[in-house]
Nanobody
């Protein structure tokens, strides 16, 4: 069982930056690929970024490429999402998730989810 707790959300002006963190507890964190997803008001939850077990490979949705960076520290059981050049359309609740599969954007393949952290970007 893996428990995930996100932090780092908040209110930021357009063009600003935030760094989200996801602290994992439970064994074998390094055996899970990790993902970030988000859900904006009135919309379905969508894929944002994912990173492989050792952090050697990442993947992003097109709308955040060049602005967001996902990373992980397996020694600290933590995955992070650095978000730069934020836009109002990035406003959403952000979730981290863990999967036993390899790097994937498919939500149904993720086994564990955090409770989410709110990111609000004002124009």
């Amino acid at each position: 069982q893996v428990q995930l707790v996100e932090s780092g959300g908040g209110l930021v002006q357009a063009g600003g930056s935030l760094r989200l963190s996801c602290q994992a507890s439970g064994p074998f964190f390094s055996t899970y690929a990790m993902g970030w997803f988000r859900q904006a008001p009135g919309k379905e939850r969508e894929f944002v970024a994912t990173i492989t077990r050792r952090g050697g490979s990442t993947n992003y949705t097109d709308s955040v490429k060049g602005r967001f960076t996902v990373s992980r520290d397996n020694a600290k059981n933590m995955v992070s999402l650095q978000m730069n050049s934020l836009k109002p359309e990035d406003t959403a609740v952000y979730y981290c998730a863990a999967t036993k599969y390899s790097i994937t954007h498919k939500q149904n393949l993720y086994d564990y989810w955090g409770q989410g952290t709110q990111v609000t970007v004002s124009s």
